[in-house]
């Protein structure tokens, strides 16, 4: 009886398993600048474990079991992270006026392939944003770690700004969720959409695209 109380407990607490996936993709950043130049969107996952193809391009971070046992938490899109980055990044800047349009790209990105890719997009700008690190980890409270990297570059490649953001936030438990993995699924996307706002807030990330 005392096994069946645990595994009932343990599940209340994780949730349904087939469902830890969490929507980056439907969120869309509120920029505090706006513009009308063109504005080509692209993300790079450098991240260790991904490069090494440890984990999918698709992983997010980690659900632990009300064992501690942990497993994979990919993206709701089905989409590499980095993919998601750049969808979400081009529609906010759609929002604030900018003709933005997303490009898919492969880590590591050299000066060459930035050179290469403004002239493919035939933007005005390029923001390409490198993800080294960004990883959820929840048991009963969700932390989110995260180390990402924005720069500006103009039409001939070269670089006008360049902002970095790094933590390792406690987004802890809502106890009015009925599972972790609901507290969570809601907790990760809002992280997401407040660090992408702040990471494109610098005043020299906003010159440089106006």
């Known amino acids: 009886m005392r096994l ?28 505090v600048m706006s513009g009308s130049r063109s504005v080509a ?10 490069v090494s193809a440890e984990k999918g391009l698709t ?29 979400t990044i081009a529609r906010a800047l759609e929002q604030k006026g900018f003709k933005s349009t997303a490009i898919s ?3 590591p990105i050299s000066p060459a392939d930035v050179r290469e890719l403004i002239a493919r ?15 959820s980890d929840t048991l009963v ?3 989110l770690q995260y180390d990402v990297t924005l720069r500006i570059y103009d039409a001939n490649g070269s670089q006008l700004a360049a902002n970095r953001m790094s ?8 106890w009015s969720q009925p599972t972790t993995l609901a507290h969570a699924k809601r907790a990760v996307p809002i992280a997401y959409k407040r660090k992408l706002e702040e990471l494109f807030a610098s005043e020299a990330v906003m010159s440089s695209l106006r």
């Open 105 to 107: 790209v492969e880590a």
């Open 167 to 174: 933590g390792n936030d406690n987004w802890g438990y809502d």
């Open 121 to 135: 997009s035939g933007a005005e700008r390029l923001a390409l944003v490198t993800i080294n690190e960004w990883k």
């Open 59 to 87: 992983f997010v971070g980690i659900l632990r079991s009300g064992f501690g046992v942990p497993s994979s938490v990919t993206t709701a899109s089905g989409k590499p992270l980095a993919d998601d980055f750049s969808s």
């Open 4 to 31: 069946v109380i645990i595994s009932v407990i343990a599940l209340a607490l994780t949730g349904c398993h087939t469902l830890k996936k969490y929507d980056y993709a439907a969120e869309t950043p509120q920029f």
């Open 41 to 50: 969107v692209a993300t790079e996952d450098s991240r260790p474990y991904v």
């Open 141 to 143: 409270q969700t932390s």
